[in-house]
Every structure is written in C-alpha cells, then in structure tokens.
C-alpha cells in the first residue's frame, strides 16, 4: 500500500512538473490564461518557463513576419473604369497580449485584416483614376518607330501614381490596426487588370492599331519593291543597249576587216582569184547540200566546171 501511494505521488509530481514548464522557441511569443483570462505580462524571451499547472494555459503567438493574400476583387475607379485588383500585405503581432483580446488568434487576425485591407484598397482606387494605377511617375516616354507620322504617344501627366495610392492604403490601414496588436507592416499591388468585358475591346483595339501599323509597313514594302525592280529593269535595259550597241560595233569592224579580206584576195593574181572562187563555191556547196542530196549541174555552170576540173 505505501509503494503504491508513492508511486500515486510520483506520477503526480511528474505530471505536475510536466505541466508547469513550458519552452518558447526563438519564433515564438505566449500570453498566459488562468480561466480564460490573460494573467501576467506576455512571455516574449524564448526558453524554459514555468506557469502554474492546469489552470493555467499557454497560447503561442508567431513573432515573424506573417503573410496576408487578398482575393483579386472587382473595383470601380473613379473615372468609371471597372478592374481586378488583387493586393497582399506583410503584418506581425507587435502586442500579444491586445492581440489575443481583440483578435483571439490569426484566424481572427487574416479576418479583420480582410476587411481592413480589402475596404482601403477598395477607397483608394475609388479615389484615383486608372492612369494613376497603372503608372508610378510622369516618365518620358520612348518614341515608337512603328506609330504612323503626325500621331502622339506622348503620356497624360499623373499626380500620384501607384507606388503614392500604395502607401495611401498602407498608412490607412496601420491607423486602424493601432488597437489590435499587429502592424501593417506591407502592402502591394500583385496585379490589377481590366475586367473581362473591358479586355475584350482592348484587344480588339490593340490587334486593330497592329494591323494598321503592318499594313503601313506592308504598303511602304511594296512601293519600296515597286522602286526597286523598276530600277532593275532600267539598268538591265540600259546594259542590254550597251552590249547591243558594243556587238554591233565588233560585226560592222568584223565585215569591214573581211570585206577588205575579200578585195586583197581577189587582187592578186589569176591563179589566187581562181583559188578563192573555187574555195566559196565549195562554201556554197556546202551550206547548200547534204550528203543525201541529189544535184543536177549544169555543164556551163561554174560550180560544174570546179568539180570537172578537179578530176584525174
């Protein structure tokens, strides 16, 4: 019966000091309930702690940066333009202790970070217009080779911009969060978009200003083919009258030079004349007769008489 009651006795002290301590880790920070309700200062050093056992309760709060990720929401601007903005923001518990009064947990927290974040976001954009959204500053823009000549693609001047309307909401929801323990630590746009019904009609604008741009091209492509080839032919005609001319040139001195070929030879003596005969009707013959041609002569032709001649 003893050893049973010290081992009643020991258990219970095991429990009991497995109860009372309790070890925070360098991320951490705790508050401590008795009954529901917050005893004592927030534990924020990390290491081994004691409380008292069973009634007391330990509730562990995150000491890093946390992360809160809105829902792309559809908003009007204030010039009327309907868009998707989708925001994020970066917060901590700054006070553990009006953290847990206020919010109980993150749950409660990413809650009422909803409508904080969300309802400002939602204020801001309603208070800007669209090319205040869209743009952080009055920058000079490129000019674009491809727009059509008389045509401005200078940017309308803003007075805000984005990165202003950005630290708008950021500033608006750190007063609001002042009475809950946390800080508001980030916010940024992720992305902000036209509604699909608008994006539609911006495209179909975009793809109209491209194919009038590419028809442009495409015309001043063919008018610069059109000079082109019209050149071509120029010089290709003036090259063929020159080689005409220059050909023409070469026959006219090749018939002189044989001409006077012709008169030397038939200068000369009786027997040279004679040989020259024989050789153009030999000429003649040829250009006149193939093998396979049958050819009466005349005995008192002179073609008749060179061949008589040069027989046995």
Same mark, same amino acid.
């Given at each position: ?10 258990? %219970? ?49 995150? =000491? ?6 809105? =829902? %792309?929401? /559809? ?14 923001? @970066?917060?901590? *518990? ?9 919010? /109980? ?31 952080? !500053? ?7 080779? !491809? ?21 708008? *909401?950021? %500033?608006?929801?750190? &007063? @609001?969060? /002042? ?12 992305? *902000? ?7 539609? =009609? ?16 495409? !015309? ?8 082109? @080839? ?7 005609? /003036? ?7 220059? %050909? ?31 050789? =153009? ?11 396979? &041609? ?19």
């Amino acid at each position: 019966m003893g050893r049973l009651l010290v081992a009643i006795v020991v258990v %219970a002290l095991i429990f009991g000091i497995s109860g009372a301590a309790y070890q925070l880790f360098e991320t951490e920070q705790a508050i401590i309930t008795q009954f529901g309700k917050p005893v004592g200062e927030p534990v924020t050093d990390p290491g081994l702690h004691f409380k008292i056992p069973l009634i007391r309760k330990v509730h562990r709060f995150d =000491k890093r940066f946390l992360e809160w990720d809105g =829902k %792309a929401n /559809q908003l009007p601007t204030k010039d009327k333009r309907f868009i998707w903005a989708d925001t994020y923001a @970066r917060w901590r *518990i700054t006070d553990p202790l009006l953290f847990f009064q206020r919010l /109980q947990n993150e749950r409660g927290a990413q809650s009422r970070l909803d409508d904080i974040l969300d309802g400002e976001t939602r204020n801001a954009i309603a208070n800007h217009d669209l090319v205040e959204l869209v743009r952080t !500053s009055n920058r000079t823009p490129e000019h674009d080779q !491809s727009l059509s000549e008389g045509s401005s693609d200078d940017l309308a001047p803003i007075k805000d911009g984005r990165e202003a309307i950005r630290l708008v *909401i950021l %500033a608006a929801a750190q &007063t @609001r969060t /002042q009475d809950l323990g946390i800080e508001i630590l980030d916010v940024q746009f992720k992305r *902000i978009n036209y509604v699909e019904e608008v994006q539609e =009609k911006v495209y179909d604008r975009m793809i109209a200003e491209r194919r009038r741009i590419a028809d442009r091209f495409r !015309s001043e492509g063919e008018g610069e083919s059109a000079r082109i @080839r019209g050149e071509l032919e120029r010089d290709l005609k /003036q090259i063929e009258s020159e080689a005409f001319k220059t %050909a023409e040139e070469i026959k006219g001195q090749a018939d002189a030079e044989a001409t006077s070929i012709y008169a030397a030879a038939y200068d000369r003596s009786a027997d040279s004349r004679r040989f020259y005969e024989f050789l =153009k009707s030999m000429e003649t013959l040829e250009q006149t007769a193939s093998p396979e &041609t049958s050819i009466l002569l005349s005995t008192e032709g002179e073609l008749y008489r060179f061949l008589k001649g040069s027989g046995p």
